[in-house]
Structure formats: C-alpha cells, structure tokens
C-alpha cells in the first residue's frame, strides 16, 4: 500500500499541489498537516506513522527542516510520545 504524507507551515498556503502529486503516484491514503510557525504538533504525521505497516511505502512530497532526520525508529517513538 501506498501512504502519503503532506505538510504545509503557514495557513496561507495550500495542500492542494502536494496531494496532487501524492494522488499521481498512486497514494492508497494521504495524511496532510498545516503546522503554524515552528509548532511541533503534527495530529496527522502521528496518525500516518501509526498507519503504515511493513511492506507498505511512506510517500513526503517535501521534507521540511524538521522532518529531514526522520527516522523509522528514533523520531517516530518520540512523536509518538510527544502525542501522549
């Protein structure tokens, strides 16, 4: 299964572009989340990781600064915690 995640920072700009692209490549689901500023809460990226199981693809239009060091492991208990 194919599993997209889109993020915008600003209320001002669109999701539109990037699960454009998400539904192009084929995406089964997409997440999206509008992060304000430098908020760390991110309901939907919790959500997609809980989502995804093995054998599935995690499809990110764009990385942004604060996801760049995401990895499967490390990043994705401490969102996980961070949730509650």
Known sequence: MKIGYARVSSYGQSLDI???KLEAFGCDRIF???VIGTSQDRPEMIQCLDYVRDGDQLLITKLGADQVN???DADSERLREEAG
Do not use: N
């Open 18 to 20: 990037q699960i454009s």
């Open 32 to 34: 999206s989340d509008k």
């Open 70 to 72: 995401l990895s499967p």
